[in-house]
């Protein structure tokens, strides 16, 4: 997992070749807390097919607007510096995220 700030994000991600997931996580988010150690799971698993990445939306509030990340956690599929797919708040279940990794590789 690639840890992002907001000087990182553009180029990491936006400009960046291939699929992208971005995990967007808060200090104090306990859903994210939850999910977390499923995602970093699934880094471990197809972390060869697709880029896994975080970015803590309390150091980076202006980016999470700018990029539509209005409630958490979100898990998002980024491609071609676009963001192509996302599971929000209730939808994103370990379940939902491996379903949605599955699908874009």
């Known amino acids: 997992m690639l840890e992002l700030d907001k000087n990182t994000f553009e180029a990491e991600v936006l400009q960046a070749e ?3 997931l971005v995990d967007f996580y808060g200090d104090g988010c306990v859903p994210c807390a939850a999910l977390m ?17 975080a970015l803590n939306t309390t150091k980076a509030r ?3 607007i ?9 898990i998002a599929i980024y491609e071609g510096g676009a963001m192509i797919d996302s599971l929000v708040k209730d ?3 370990p379940e939902n995220v491996e379903a949605m990794i599955k699908k874009y590789i």
């Open 91 to 93: 939808d994103a279940t």
């Open 18 to 20: 291939g699929k992208i």
């Open 62 to 64: 202006r980016l999470a």
């Open 37 to 53: 150690p499923h995602v970093h799971a699934f880094a471990e698993t197809y972390g060869d097919k697709i880029k896994f990445t």
């Open 66 to 74: 700018a990029q539509k990340v209005m409630g958490l956690p979100v």
